[in-house]
């Protein structure tokens, strides 16, 4: 599968598991589990833990850019902080 189809993947699952179970419940092996790999193929996509959080960091982050420019086209120029929370 395409390298950034699987970081994408890795990303998501990453993500779902620090939703459910806090930044201390995020390990390789659990996000490998959750997409149907060995714990040793993530790090064909990813070099470390630490990337996996840097990409789960940015993709909350795009996600909430991309939210704020959604409620802006709503709001116009009037887009507050409480508008994105």
Do not use: W
Not at 5 to 20: D, G, K, M
Not at 46 to 59: E, G, R
């Amino acid at each position: 599968m395409d390298t950034q189809v699987r970081q994408e993947q890795i990303t998501q699952a990453a993500l779902n598991l620090i939703s459910a179970n806090g930044l201390k419940g995020l390990s390789v092996a659990g996000v490998a589990k959750r997409i149907g790999l060995v714990p040793s193929a993530i790090y064909r996509h990813f070099n470390s833990k630490d990337q996996i959080i840097d990409a789960t960091v940015d993709l909350i982050f795009d996600r909430l850019l991309g939210n704020g420019v959604e409620l802006g086209s709503d709001h116009g120029d009037r887009l507050t902080i409480k508008d994105l929370c």
